[in-house]
Nanobody, 125 residues
Framework: VQLQASGGGLVQAGGSLRLSCAVS????????MAWFRQAPVKEREFVAA????????KYVDSVKGRFAISRDNAKNMVWLQMNSLKPEDTAVYYC???????????????????WGQGTQVTVSS
């Protein structure tokens, strides 16, 4: 399966961005999807995840109430709507797919076997 992330850019603090991830090569609805981010000299961090049917979501505490993950299985797309952006949200954002049958949504990068190339998000103060 191939993932293509897009939608990053430069935005002022308080602004919004919508990241997109297009998935191809397999049955999209098999996969739980997630967004991770990695800032310079930091480890990759879980941001949000959504179940294969869209009924369950999970967020890191720092983005709750500001970010929203969604998907459309008919379009093979997953999105991350980011509002009220802060400078500390600056990072490269990656979409990822997991077909591991775990109970609940996993936040561990090693449980996601498929990754997009990343898109840069820069929030200026």
């Amino acid at each position: 399966v191939q993932l293509q992330a897009s939608g990053g850019g430069l935005v002022q603090a308080g602004g919004s961005l919508r990241l997109s991830c297009a998935v191809s090569g397999d049955t999209f609805s098999r996969y739980n999807m997630a967004w991770f981010r990695q800032a310079p000299v930091k480890e990759r961090e879980f941001v949000a995840a959504i179940s294969w049917n869209g009924r369950s979501t999970k967020y890191v505490d720092s983005v709750k109430g500001r970010f929203a993950i969604s998907r459309d299985n008919a379009k093979n797309m997953v999105w991350l709507q980011m509002n009220s952006l802060k400078p500390e949200d600056t990072a490269v954002y990656y979409c990822a797919a997991s077909d591991i049958p775990l109970p609940g949504l996993t936040t561990t990068p090693r449980n996601y076997h498929y990754w997009g190339q990343g898109t840069q998000v820069t929030v200026s103060s």
